[in-house]
């Protein structure tokens, strides 16, 4: 994972947008998103590759990257970061942790990650069948229980 990036290996646009609550006329709960940055933002993004990934994906933690950057204060951990590609609000990637590098403010080190609740449940759910075994009782009727530990 990079500490700092030359301004060549900068290839990646990002959006970064800031989600703020709110309350509707009808006093429902709603969120907004507000760009951070009035454009798209140049990073370089290290993917996750080799041993890491199949780590990721049997801890349920979905897809995982780094993001190197100019130094701004701009970016708190409630943005989400979107691809130039990406535009889906399930394609939104959230901030895990944000590294001033080497506290010289010249660069920002952002673990960012997307995918993992929905894997968590799947994972948990696969885990909670496989445990499930079909009662003895009868033979004709198949009902369902699970083994107590």
Not at 122 to 129: F, I, Q, V
């Amino acid at each position: 994972m990079a500490k700092s990036a030359s301004i060549g290996e900068m290839r990646t646009k990002i959006t970064v947008k800031l989600p703020t609550k709110g309350v509707d006329a009808d006093g429902f709960a709603t969120e907004t998103t507000t760009d951070v940055f009035s454009g798209k933002c140049v990073v370089q993004v290290v993917w996750q590759h080799g041993a890491e990934v199949f780590e990721n994906m049997r801890l349920g933690l979905g897809q995982v990257a780094t993001i190197t950057m100019p130094y701004t204060d701009k970016i708190t951990p409630r943005c989400k970061i979107w691809r130039e590609t990406e535009t889906a609000a399930a394609d939104a990637w959230e901030i895990v942790s944000i590294n001033n590098v080497e506290e010289t403010r010249r660069f920002l080190e952002i673990k960012v990650r997307r995918g993992e609740s929905v894997s968590v449940t799947r994972m948990l759910r696969r885990r909670w069948l496989s445990r499930a075994t079909p009662s003895t009782k009868s033979a004709t009727t198949a009902s369902w229980k699970p083994i107590s530990r």
